[in-house]
T-cell receptor, first 115, second 116 residues
Framework: EAGVVQSPRYKIIEKKQPVAFWCNPI?????LYWYLQNLGQGPELLIR????????DSQLPKDRFSAERLKGVDSTLKIQPAELGDSAVYLC?????????????FGPGTRLTVT | AQKVTQAQTEISVVEKEDVTLDCVYE???????LFWYKQPPSGELVFLIR??????QNEISGRYSWNFQKSTSSFNFTITASQVVDSAVYFC?????????????FGQGTTLQVKP
């Protein structure tokens, strides 16, 4: 069974440019998460989707970050415009959803460098 | 407030040594879940174990074992006879059960280096 797929794996952009990350969760997983991981830190949740609905986006900086999961499967996270402080790894995860407390499975992440 | 503390930033051992990674958590919830994840240099977080707050039974899986003690709010992870392939960053994480936010709260991670 395929795991969580993310692309691109690496992205280098100049500040003020837009950038987008894509995630395809494990087949059948209804819940999708985007996490931000700064160097030397644990991941922090940005947004959680239950199917198409964003049920927790309290940690998402909405002035520059946006996300969508239009058909309840794959998802895109966008930053516009990027700032130097956005340099980090962006992780996507998925879980079956519905029961609570289930394990989340992570993709390899996208390492963003803003210059 | 929910919090996970991994006081050990880096640990270095020689292959075949046993090593214990500490995890202390804070929560006021009666229902919660604890996890350990491994993050090798490739970057992908690999799920290792999940424990719910009502199950304090220790678990062993091959060379890995976990000790969950609610009295001390700890969920420690021991690797027996460590191997070079165990070198990675290990994260302990807490998930609230009552409100089902789905938000994993991670510790800062412990970098384990196993030398041949």
């Amino acid at each position: 069974e395929a795991g969580v797929v993310q692309s691109p794996r690496y992205k280098i952009i100049e500040k003020k440019q837009p950038v987008a990350f894509w995630c395809n969760p494990i087949s059948g997983h209804n819940t999708l998460y985007w996490y931000l991981q700064n160097l030397g830190q644990g991941p922090e949740l940005l947004i959680r989707y239950e199917n198409e609905e964003a049920v927790d986006d309290s940690q998402l900086p909405k002035d520059r970050f946006s996300a969508e999961r239009l058909k309840g499967v794959d998802s895109t996270l966008k930053i516009q415009p990027a700032e130097l402080g956005d340099s980090a790894v962006y992780l996507c995860a998925s879980s079956l959803g519905g029961t609570g407390g289930e394990e989340q499975y992570f993709g390899p992440g996208t390492r963003l460098t803003v210059t | 407030a929910q919090k996970v503390t991994q006081a050990q930033t880096e640990i270095s051992v020689v292959e075949k040594e046993d090593v214990t990674l500490d995890c202390v958590y804070e929560t006021r919830d009666t229902t919660y879940y604890l996890f350990w994840y491994k993050q090798p240099p490739s970057g992908e977080l690999v799920f290792l174990i999940r424990r719910n707050s009502f199950d304090e039974q220790n678990e062993i899986s091959g060379r890995y074992s976990w000790n969950f003690q609610k009295s001390t709010s700890s969920f420690n992870f021991t690797i027996t006879a460590s191997q070079v392939v165990d070198s990675a960053v290990y994260f302990c994480a807490l998930l609230r059960g009552s409100s089902n936010t789905g938000k994993l709260i991670f510790g800062q991670g412990t970098t384990l280096q196993v030398k041949p």
